[in-house]
């Protein structure tokens, strides 16, 4: 009876979640996209390459910025439209899924049927996934909410997981495996997940370990005491693996087109590498965020032939990405660097790879010889080492952003386009349009190369009023989540170091209770802390990038902890109370 009664409630609940997924799906499905033509470097090159990936054609023909971003975002918007499926549409449905898979993932953990309903919604609407910056953009940030919401879900299940069947650990180990390879090919710097999967990986194993020598004591069978935990280790590792093999794939089908094996130009290549060593190339003059200076460009071109070679276009491209002091930032240098190298006539991969091998050799060579001076890097950042009054501006990044986080503030929807200077890029809207299945709204400023206003077409009018009456709608959720966010997060951060100080005092009277809970809430609050401090590390060194943009995957991992948080010690809460009322009530039967 207390069988079927469990079953009834979980089909009730898969019932309302499916429900409030089709709810969301409705109010965004018609919202028009942000399409920002021209940003050759950002969301216009993703959709020129899924449209090349779609046509059959990889990324299209070699140019200078073909190779220097991952491929996945891409592939995800050709199969989009392979499917016929929108843009707007797939990524909700790909979160809605996240979600799903996400509680199911900390089932184990979350056992209140409406506390575990609650927390879903909390996920589901986080208006991160109704935001301009975020979800109506047409770039890659916008699968990453969903990507690390399951890669993070799915490593805890295999967490909570550790000692029960290997179908169940398979089963989280295969959804782990597909979407950790997809997430680590989205971005360059998602290295952020990797020391969560670490910790959680060792937690397991050390589990593992302890419970392997406890079974010693018993009567198992060989098969029982060795194989199945090795088994169970080559499954913590198979989504690394996986991850492995999809970045081999990518390799491979570079070299194919293009006849170099990488996967793309700043991760392990020779590009990288020699971008490395020019930054550790001290420059003479300190000039906040500009570690390239050009005066420390002109010394290099003294000592490499090869860097000579493409100064003077260098000195061209970089007029364009400079800022009033003439000098380009840290984060923005390889692009005006890359366009030099291809416009002095290094236009393919193989040829831009020799030169790179031959000026990186160049330039170690002079910095071997002190005819430069060499400074200290961040090994695995490959970036300068903060000096003593970097500290406080490091400690402000991080405060503003957990406010970001916290406050929602620059969270928002919009009903059109920023087109105001799309004169003469009409051509590279219609590939936003083609690649996305999904409406664009012009402002009053947007006109065509012939100077007529843009209009998309004849129901625009019509259209806008329905998006408008959705965006109300979004923004009233917005209004509402906001608060509660702010102390859910709040009470999250308080329940935590409450659990924390319970486990120490636990581990002082020799008893494990709740570890597990405070392993499970670490490794989501570890996440959250190691995209904080490279966003707010890369803050230091170039201008403004602690935004909802760069920082969109810790919303709802920051929702999932501080829920996850608050319930394990309102379980703890309870149990105390119950374990007072049984006292009381075995002493009243004594007494008796």
Same mark, same amino acid.
């Given at each position: ?14 019932? +309302? ?47 200078? *910025? ?51 309903? +609650? ?89 593992? @370990? ?39 794939? @990518? ?129 695995? +950042? ?81 259209? @806008? ?74 803050? @230091? ?37 119950? *374990? ?13």
């Amino acid at each position: 009876m207390k069988l079927i009664k469990k079953n009834i409630c979980l089909i009730i609940i898969i019932i +309302l979640m499916i429900f409030f997924c089709c709810l969301k799906q409705n109010l965004v499905r018609i919202l028009p996209i942000k399409a920002i033509g021209g940003a050759v470097e950002d969301d216009e090159l993703m959709v020129e390459n899924a449209l090349n990936i779609y046509n059959g054609n990889w990324l299209g023909n070699y140019k200078y *910025n073909t190779l220097v971003k991952n491929a996945f975002f891409p592939i995800f918007l050709a199969l989009c439209k392979v499917c016929s499926v929108s843009y707007i549409n797939a990524v909700t449905i790909l979160y809605s899924i996240a979600c799903i898979i996400f509680m199911f993932a900390i089932r184990k953990n979350i056992k209140n049927n409406v506390f575990f309903l +609650l927390m879903f919604l909390l996920l589901l609407f986080n208006p991160i996934m109704h935001s301009a910056e975020v979800f109506q953009r047409v770039y890659r940030n916008s699968i990453i909410p969903a990507l690390s919401l399951i890669v993070v879900g799915s490593y805890i299940a295999i967490f909570l997981n550790r000692n029960n069947k290997i179908r169940i650990i398979l089963f989280w180990s295969i959804i782990a495996s597909i979407t950790f390879a997809c997430f680590y090919y989205t971005r360059e710097d998602s290295i952020w997940l990797v020391p969560f999967i670490i910790f959680i990986i060792m937690c397991s194993v050390i589990s593992l @370990i302890i419970n392997f020598v406890k079974d010693k004591k018993l009567e198992k069978t060989n098969y029982q005491k060795i194989i199945i935990p090795i088994l169970k280790l080559v499954l913590l590792v198979l989504p690394i693996i996986t991850t492995s093999i999809f970045g081999n794939y @990518i390799a491979t089908k570079n070299e194919k087109y293009y006849g170099v094996k990488i996967i793309n130009t700043q991760s392990k290549s020779n590009f990288s590498k020699l971008l490395k060593t020019i930054n550790s190339i001290k420059p003479n003059e300190d000039i906040l965020y500009v570690i390239n200076t050009r005066e420390k460009l002109e010394r290099m071109a003294k000592v490499s032939p090869s860097f000579a070679k493409i100064k003077p276009e260098l000195d061209k491209t970089m007029a364009n990405f400079q800022y009033p002091n003439g000098e380009v930032i840290n984060g923005l240098f390889l692009w005006p660097f890359i366009q030099a190298v291809s416009s002095s006539g290094y236009d393919t991969l193989p040829k831009e790879d020799s030169l790179f091998i031959k000026m990186n050799d160049e330039l170690t060579e002079a910095l071997d010889s002190g005819k430069l001076e060499r400074q200290q890097l961040i090994p695995i +950042l490959g970036g300068e080492i903060l000096k003593s009054e970097d500290y406080l501006r490091l400690g402000n990044s991080i405060k503003k952003a957990i406010k970001i986080i916290f406050d929602y503030k620059y969270v928002y929807v919009v009903n059109s386009s920023p087109t105001s200077y799309y004169q003469g890029l009409y051509w590279y809207i219609q590939m936003f349009k083609e690649i996305t299945g999904n409406r664009i709204i012009f402002d009053s400023t947007a006109v065509d190369s012939d100077g007529n206003k843009m209009i998309e077409l004849n129901d625009q009018d019509e259209y @806008i009023q329905l998006v408008n009456e959705k965006i109300n709608i979004l923004q009233n959720i917005n209004e509402i989540y906001t608060p509660i966010a702010k102390v859910i997060q709040s009470l999250g951060i308080i329940c935590y170091i409450i659990l924390t100080i319970i486990i120490l005092v636990n581990l002082f009277n020799k008893k494990y209770n709740y570890i597990e809970n405070w392993i499970v809430e670490s490794s989501i609050i570890g996440a959250i802390f190691t995209l904080i401090l490279g966003i707010c590390y890369s803050n @230091i060194i170039t201008i403004g990038v602690v935004s909802i943009f760069y920082l969109c995957g810790a919303y709802p991992l920051s929702i999932a902890f501080s829920c996850i948080s608050i319930y394990n010690i309102m379980v703890i809460i309870l149990n105390v109370i119950k *374990n007072k009322k049984n006292l009381k009530n075995i002493k009243l039967l004594e007494n008796k």
